[in-house]
């Protein structure tokens, strides 16, 4: 008969039921705990029926999520929460540095930030941070690889369909959820995505257990190739932090096993840093702080279709009618007429929408005057004010508009 001190470490009992508790290693090697329901009597069988005196009692699941000052027994509840590994300890941490200031660039002060957070104040809600880049080899699974080895068992790498799974229990009580090599197009994953990101509490459903509702701190990290198309993300969001990786300028084939040295030295500068005003944002950055050219390439991209044709139709309109005219008046209706006078897809209400909520197009005031398109004829209403600027590059506006050539001139 096994040594009855394995009981200890080995079972569980919640509430009513017993589990054994299982430790497997992943591909990163970090031991990740696994809560296996298991029969009162199968532990009596192996370990003697006075055993089950000395299985470890709890009245229900909990997480609570606390880097510095872990306790797995909390309030007579199961913490769920797994201890953290490593102790900061003043020291260099250059290669750390040197793939952080590439991952965040210009954004750099936020990103750190953003894993300070993460760290000592991992019940925080945090936005979505999202790693994009069409090239290979550009910094994004080594981050993804680092963040694993730094926070263990408190982080799970998944794939979108993951997501939406019925059976939560493989992300429901982590506390960073990696999505790796994302594009994700159905509406249900995205919207689930976005949920999850200011979710406070969550029921969790697995195999064989009945469901429970725990506190909920997961924070969520994508990793994708595709550019500007990984998912759709609303033009007032406020939930994304986009960063596009190029490839590094300098090379270290070893600099996930250097970085993973440097991790308690890291924290350690992560304690010295100014601690963050929560006050400003619920996910603790502003909307101002997130902004930067790839998230507004995204949004952009994220616009329904019939945004993007106007957008295409407008623009080829200033290059070939009046090319020298900054501003041209339409409304609605003279839109619909010229442009799907004939597409019964294209309904009046919708057109609306999409030019005061997509467009963002500012309306007159009052009754004027007009030529809808340039047109002759005048009518009288409240036109859109549609602008050149808000369709070409600044560069673009600036080249002078060609003369047209003198009859003489010309090749024909």
């Avoid at 306790?71 to 590994?85: D, I, T």
């Avoid at 029921?203 to 924070?219: A, C, L």
């Avoid at 609303?234 to 960063?243: G, T």
């Amino acid at each position: 008969m096994s040594d009855l001190k394995d009981v200890k470490e080995k079972f569980i009992r919640v509430g009513c039921d017993y589990f054994k508790v299982i430790k497997k290693p992943d591909r990163y090697n970090i031991l990740r705990t696994e809560l296996k329901k298991w029969k009162k009597d199968e532990i009596a069988q192996d370990y003697g029926r006075n055993s089950l005196y000395d299985v470890p009692q709890f009245d229900d699941f909990v997480i609570v999520p606390d880097n510095k000052d872990y306790k797995r027994n909390f309030n007579g509840c199961f913490n769920l929460y797994n201890p953290f590994s490593f102790k900061p300890v003043s020291g260099k941490w250059e290669w750390t540095e040197i793939l952080l200031q590439h991952i965040f660039g210009e954004q750099y002060e936020i990103g750190l930030k953003y894993l300070q957070v993460l760290y000592l104040f991992p019940m925080q809600a945090l936005p979505v941070l999202a790693l994009v880049s069409k090239e290979r080899q550009t910094g994004k699974s080594t981050f993804m690889d680092w963040l694993t080895t730094l926070f263990g068992q408190n982080m799970v790498i998944l794939d979108a369909k993951n997501i939406q799974s019925e059976f939560n229990g493989v992300y429901a009580t982590a506390n960073i959820i990696g999505i790796e090599e994302t594009f994700i197009d159905k509406n249900a994953t995205i919207e689930k995505i976005k949920a999850i990101s200011t979710q406070k509490t969550m029921t969790v459903n697995m195999k064989m257990i009945q469901h429970f509702s725990i506190p909920f701190f997961g924070k969520i990290i994508m990793n994708s190739n595709n550019e500007d198309k990984f998912i759709k993300i609303d033009q007032k969001e406020i939930r994304f932090l986009v960063r596009k990786l190029e490839i590094p300028k300098i090379s270290n084939h070893n600099i996930l096993m250097d970085m993973v040295e440097e991790i308690p030295a890291f924290l350690y500068h992560l304690t010295t840093l100014p601690i963050p005003d929560f006050t400003q944002s619920r996910m603790v950055f502003t909307a101002e702080e997130l902004s930067n050219n790839t998230l507004s390439k995204v949004k952009e991209k994220s616009k329904n279709w019939l945004y993007q044709e106007l957008k295409e139709l407008f623009k080829d309109f200033f290059e070939n009618n009046h090319p020298g005219d900054q501003i041209m008046l339409a409304s609605p209706i003279d839109i619909k007429t010229k442009y799907f006078g004939h597409n019964n897809q294209v309904q009046l209400s919708y057109l609306k929408q999409v030019l005061k909520d997509d467009f963002e197009f500012n309306k007159s005031k009052k009754i004027i005057r007009y030529n809808p398109f340039y047109v002759d004829s005048q009518k009288t209403g409240t036109p859109y004010e549609i602008l050149k600027k808000d369709f070409f590059t600044p560069e673009i506006l600036d080249v002078p508009i060609a003369e047209p050539a003198e009859e003489e001139d010309l090749p024909f």
